[in-house]
């Protein structure tokens, strides 16, 4: 059985979000670590609003690695 991958997303404000429920930031690496612990994939997507400032994407990034993954996937959308 092939879990989901973990989607985490940091919004305009922001907000982080790990599989669409908020997690406060200080909050996300054992969030993210207690996930990891009941799985042996640790892929991560990321996806960020083209708003955010890039220090708010570089921590949740230093989260996500500090925490585990293996492999983190960006998403991205095509400019309309």
């Known amino acids: 059985v092939v879990a989901q991958a973990i989607r ?3 919004r305009r404000e922001g907000q982080v979000f790990v599989q669409n429920a908020e997690v406060p930031i200080d909050q996300l690496g054992a969030k993210l ?3 990891f612990d009941t ?3 640790r892929l ?3 996806r960020a609003d ?3 400032a890039y ?12 925490a585990g993954a293996t ?8 400019e309309a």
């Open 8 to 10: 985490q997303e940091v």
């Open 33 to 35: 670590q207690a996930i």
């Open 44 to 46: 991560v997507y990321l």
């Open 55 to 66: 220090g708010t994407v570089a921590k949740a990034l230093a989260i996500l690695r500090g």
């Open 71 to 78: 492999s983190i996937g960006m998403v991205t959308e095509p």
């Open 39 to 41: 799985r042996e994939d």
């Open 50 to 52: 083209a708003k955010v």
